[in-house]
């Protein structure tokens, strides 16, 4: 059974910085693509980066280029997601999820994903 769990969120202030972690267990990890999502109130879930099965290609949403980097260790079965210079429109609660295939071709749709974690609350306040 497919398994994934987020840890790493929190409050931070303005400028903060975070690492997500996504524990993965139940299969072989590093035969799929890895993504991170997240939702804010009131609004769609949105893809903010993904990368392959290998880790060798990666995506980010325009929103978040130059601030996260997403990584993943594939002996460990964990995807990360290092969130530098935090802003308060970075709110939301992050999900990880695993693509239905191994090189993230449509990363930013939902439908892609068979599992998902059930996420991490990052708060960035002013």
């Known amino acids: 059974q497919v398994h994934l769990v987020e840890s790493g969120g929190g409050s931070v202030q303005d400028g903060g910085s975070l690492r997500l972690s996504c524990a993965a267990s139940?299969?072989?990890?590093?035969?799929?693509?890895m993504s991170w999502f997240r939702q804010a109130p009131g609004k769609k879930r949105e893809g903010v980066a993904s990368?392959?099965?290998?880790?060798?290609?990666?995506y980010y949403d325009d929103s978040v280029k130059g601030r996260f980097t997403v990584s993943r260790d594939n002996a460990g079965n964990t995807l990360y997601l290092q969130m530098v210079s935090l802003k308060p429109e970075d709110t939301a609660m992050y999900y990880c999820a695993r693509d239905v295939g191994a090189f993230c071709d449509r990363w930013r749709d939902p439908n892609q994903y068979d599992n998902w974690g059930q996420g991490t609350q990052v708060t960035v306040s002013l």
């Open positions: 990368i392959s099965s290998g880790g060798g290609i990666t």
């Open positions: 139940g299969y072989v990890f590093s035969t799929h693509c």
